[in-house]
T-cell receptor, first 113, second 115 residues
Framework: AQTVTQSQPEMSVQEAETVTLSCTYD???????LFWYKQPPSRQMILVIR??????QNATENRFSVNFQKAAKSFSLKISDSQLGDTAMYFC??????????FGAGTRLTVKP | DGGITQSPKYLFRKEGQNVTLSCEQN?????MYWYRQDPGQGLRLIYY???????QKGDIAEGYSVSREKKESFPLTVTSAQKNPTAFYLC??????????????FGPGTRLTVT
């Protein structure tokens, strides 16, 4: 079974600063997909960024980027130029082909003005 | 607008009653999923369906049942056998497995309270 671990229950960052959220996972699969989702107080799940395991290049999406280390089974999220609207729960998720997603417990991020 | 709808937003039931949560999507997605979220925790997979008339158990299927008679609909029944049914339930869908884009699109969720 796949497990996803987020070791930082809570983090805070000053507006305009950079913050990195950690995620590790455990799997014996070779082909899989990794995601970061954001859940604001509305509880709507919003996709932030995704990474295909077969791609060595780290995914980027505007202010969001990942550091994907396949051998170490690590998938961290970096948020640059943090904005107040980035305040939310962030979930790391793993998905293999044809299966459902497995989520970490989440990191509550607070961006301070 | 294309999307996933879950109704109602809040649902209250007495202990011992079965209750069915609705999930409908008009994205023409083949696969649909049900997750449960408890306070301060991540989402846990209950059931998923990749095609009509077929579904698989997730990690916490006990006490739940599903059906997939139509591509657009994937209702979840919380039975009286579920020991701790009070939770936030999220439905999701994705395009046909086999394509590269595996991201899941989520509905707004249903908060179920059983007393």
């Amino acid at each position: 079974a796949q497990t996803v671990t987020q070791s930082q229950p809570e983090m805070s960052v000053q507006e305009a600063e950079t913050v990195t959220l950690s995620c590790t996972y455990d799997t014996s699969e070779n082909n899989y997909y990794l995601f970061w989702y954001k859940q604001p107080p509305s509880r709507q799940m919003i996709l932030v960024i995704r990474q295909e395991a077969y791609k060595q290049q780290n995914a980027t999406e505007n202010r969001f980027s990942v550091n994907f280390q396949k051998a170490a089974k690590s998938f961290s999220l970096k948020i640059s130029d943090s904005q107040l609207g980035d305040t939310a729960m962030y979930f790391c998720a793993f998905m293999k082909q044809g299966g459902g997603m497995r989520f970490g417990a989440g990191t509550r991020l607070t961006v301070k003005p | 607008d294309g999307g996933i709808t879950q109704s109602p937003k809040y649902l209250f039931r007495k202990e011992g009653q079965n209750v069915t949560l609705s999930c409908e999507q008009n994205l023409n997605h083949d696969a649909m999923y049900w997750y449960r979220q408890d306070p301060g925790q991540g989402l846990r997979l209950i059931y998923y369906s990749q095609i009509v008339n077929d579904f698989q158990k997730g990690d916490i299927a006990e006490g739940y049942s599903v059906s997939r008679e139509k591509k657009e609909s994937f209702p979840l029944t919380v039975t009286s056998a579920q020991k701790n049914p009070t939770a936030f339930y999220l439905c999701a869908s994705t395009r046909r497995p086999g394509l590269q884009a595996y991201e899941q699109y989520f509905g707004p969720g249903t908060r179920l309270t059983v007393t």
